[in-house]
């Protein structure tokens, strides 16, 4: 495992890390195996695991951070967000600071830990100042409760708008961002996301790089059962199209030409942005995270990103 650091701050991040987003707490054979899951990441040098509170309603957090109780905490990266309702009531959703401040220790609670790494705003809410969100998250680490703070899917317009409002006023600013970036969506991280955080020092940590699991190779003739994107229609409208399936397909010889899988090559070409800090991907499965973490480390040469291109985007 290669570790990267977390844009321009001091902290390094594996490469590839481990996430907890629609599986543990949702996927039963994933929450019984989550133990072993983790200890595998674990030993394979992974040392970034992510969170949200909003994953199976609090669940994912309790069921990853029982296991990763195990270990000693100073070589963990663990990392939440906030922002998803968490009930029915009017003030358990958003980033105002009320929620923010009290979202943090629930998922210290059900994570079991003092602190987290890494805490997110996971979504940009329209109804809070950006004065009032960067505060809240700078209380958050003043008070010890977090180390560093983050955005997930914020327009690249906020990112700027809250790191020069923190350095105008002394505040701590954002330093990473978490977007979806995959080869089959890619053009809103490309196109606007890193030409603002790789300029700024703000690094990424990407969701769904595999695409939903559609760039391992799995949807090439048929939907397996229980894959992500057979039981989810509304996703697979949007991933599971002639066009993408054929692109999946045509990878297959470069990723054999290299002695990869197709999982594997898509994760390195991801981590061919010096903008990215780190891919998270879910494992339902030991053997699943034994593979992805395989990709870190690889160098694709212009030649081989030529032919991913001409793939991926034909003339």
């Known amino acids: 495992m290669e570790y990267r650091n977390l844009g321009k701050s001091g902290l390094k991040v594996s490469e590839v890390a481990l996430g907890g987003w629609e599986t543990y707490g949702v996927n039963d054979d994933a929450s019984r195996m989550v133990g072993d899951i983790v200890r595998r990441a674990y030993d394979l040098g992974i040392n970034y695991f992510d969170q949200a509170d909003v994953y199976a309603r609090g669940k994912s957090e309790e069921l990853m951070g029982a296991a990763l109780r195990e270990f000693p905490r100073h070589t963990l990266v663990i990392a939440s967000k906030v922002f998803w309702p968490m009930s029915d009531h009017v003030n358990d959703r958003g980033l105002s600071r009320k929620h923010v401040l009290e979202s943090i220790d629930g998922s210290l609670k059900r994570l079991g830990t003092d602190y987290l790494d890494i805490y997110f705003a996971h979504r940009y809410d329209p109804e809070v100042s950006i004065e009032e969100i960067v505060m809240a998250f700078d209380q958050v680490i003043r008070d010890g409760k977090a180390l560093y703070w983050g955005t997930s899917m914020w327009p690249a317009a906020r990112i700027a708008q809250a790191t020069e409002y923190a350095r105008a006023h002394g505040l701590h600013a954002p330093v990473t961002e978490q977007p979806e970036y995959s080869m089959i969506r890619r053009e809103r991280v490309e196109k606007e996301i890193l030409p603002y955080t790789q300029d700024e020092g703000i690094g990424l940590v990407v969701w769904s790089p595999l695409a939903m699991g559609l760039l391992t190779g799995k949807y090439d003739t048929e939907r397996p059962e229980g894959a992500r994107l057979s039981e989810k229609e509304n996703w697979a409208s949007n991933f599971l199209t002639p066009e993408n399936i054929q692109k999946v397909r045509d990878l297959k010889p470069i990723a054999d030409d290299l002695g990869l899988t197709r999982a ?5 070409w991801i981590l061919r942005q010096k903008g990215v800090s780190s891919v998270i991907t879910g494992a ?27 793939i991926l985007s034909p003339l």
Do not use: N
């Not at 594997?264 to 390195?268: E, G, R, V, W």
């Not at 992805?292 to 081989?304: F, H, N, Q, R």
């Open 264 to 268: 594997q090559l898509a994760l390195a």
């Open 284 to 310: 339902t499965k030991v053997t699943q995270i034994e593979d992805t973490v395989k990709a870190s480390g690889i160098k694709l040469s212009e030649d081989v990103l030529g032919r991913i291109e001409d």
